[in-house]
């Protein structure tokens, strides 16, 4: 079975060949441009040491400087910042965002160090990380990172160079040079372009029975806005609990009780669901919003939903989504679905590079507009090209802008 890093690669030259990229092009994408991998020495509270192992991956900077994604997980490893830096790549350009593909972080578990412990490894991870700064790599948060990681990475970084460059790193406080709108960002952009999905194929949205795998900062924040306007969200599973309910869940009572029992279990009115049933179960729309390859081959054959919209990255397999295409599933893909976040990174630079900060709604507003219109380019895409695939005719969007960017600097 093929790992994430040759799914994403084959996926590149599927469109590249559709897209008729030039072959200098394609070669010069299919790997990337720069991949480090550093070790990190550790004090840790008790007195004892302990060296981690650390990566950061920029796959091509011909759009502008690479950004984004810093993982902080037990299992990462070079080959999965390397997959994830080409999908940056192409979830920058299929948005027409003037940046590379960059994605890197920690193998370690932040739930097994204490904060400080914590503090010193996001910290630690800045001072070794280079070339980054805001002309050339800048990371942003990602799986076991948030505001208040970004925040110490931005203070390490300033420490060293000075207070001039707030730019410097993405995803960061409100108070420290950052955006508002970050928490909701792609939780609120995954419905919205849903939402421009549905639209295209007459798909009401009122009554829509709505199942959603991830209950998380994306996940709880998408089922608030389907149940806003009028979907009945009728299953969520996180890790370790999952509930299902035919009438449709609360979500604002579902968020009190987990945050009072720390589960989803037991929520009154509701049976308990495992991750399989809530795959195969009778819903209208499917948000795989928690991890990368879950849907496979086996599991599509399952599904009985009409939408699946992938708030998480590669959550379906390409066996998979072409077994869904060809059963006439329209699918809302990653690059497109939960980009909100990397247009709010684009929007942090903008507002830190100028010294002129927006207001909620200007950034609400202007989030929608670009994530709908990039939808929109890619179905269209689809379309010339006479595919089903609106994945395809993203990806080979976002190449044709890499190519001209290429092809325009006189590398190939």
Not at 88 to 102: L, Q, T, V, Y
Request: proline fraction near 4%; charge should be negative.
């Amino acid at each position: 079975m093929e790992d994430f890093l040759e799914q994403s690669t084959r996926l590149m030259h599927q469109a590249a060949e559709i897209g008729k990229i030039n072959p200098d092009v394609v070669e010069l994408l299919s790997a990337p441009a720069r991949a480090t991998s550093f070790r990190i020495p550790l004090k840790m509270d008790d007195g004892s040491s302990r060296v981690f192992d650390a990566h950061r991956v920029c796959h091509t900077d011909a759009l502008g400087p690479t950004r984004d994604g810093t993982r902080i997980s037990p299992d990462l490893n070079l080959d999965e910042c390397k997959a994830l830096a080409l999908v940056m790549s192409i979830k920058h350009a299929a948005g027409r965002i003037p940046a590379g593909g960059g994605k890197g972080g920690i193998a370690a578990d932040p739930g097994k160090l204490s904060k400080h412990e914590f503090e010193r490894l996001c910290r630690a991870y800045i001072r070794y990380l280079r070339p980054s700064g805001p002309d050339c790599d800048v990371p942003g948060a990602d799986v076991g990172t948030d505001m208040q990681s970004m925040a110490w990475m931005l203070d390490e970084y300033e420490q060293i160079t000075g207070h001039h460059s707030p730019v410097a790193v993405n995803d960061k406080p409100p108070i420290l040079g950052g955006t508002l709108g970050g928490y909701e960002a792609t939780g609120l952009g995954v419905f919205e372009v849903f939402q421009a999905a549905a639209e295209q194929i007459d798909f009401k949205l009122e009554g829509a029975r709505v199942a959603i795998q991830g209950f998380g900062q994306v996940g709880s924040v998408a089922a608030q806005a389907f149940q806003k306007a009028g979907c009945k969200v009728i299953a969520i599973r996180e890790i370790d609990s999952g509930v299902y309910a035919e009438e449709g869940l609360d979500i604002d009572e579902l968020l009190k009780h987990r945050e009072k029992e720390g589960s989803l279990e037991n929520f009154p009115n509701t049976q308990p669901i495992t991750n399989e049933e809530l795959f195969a179960c009778d819903c209208d729309v499917l948000v795989p919003a928690a991890l990368q390859g879950v849907i496979t081959k086996e599991i599509a054959e399952k599904v009985k939903a009409r939408i699946l919209v992938e708030a998480a990255n590669a959550p379906t397999t390409l066996e998979a989504d072409e077994l869904l295409l060809n059963r006439g599933v329209t699918i809302v893909p990653d690059v497109l679905a939960n980009a909100g976040s990397v247009h709010l990174c684009q929007m942090e630079r903008t507002q830190g590079l100028a010294d002129d900060y927006w207001g909620a709604e200007t950034i609400s507003e202007q989030r929608r507009q670009r994530l709908v219109h990039s939808y929109q380019q890619a179905a269209e895409c689809a379309e010339r090209h006479q595919l089903k695939s609106v994945r395809l005719g993203a990806w080979i969007n976002a190449l044709k802008r890499i190519e001209e960017a290429v092809i325009a600097r006189g590398w190939c």
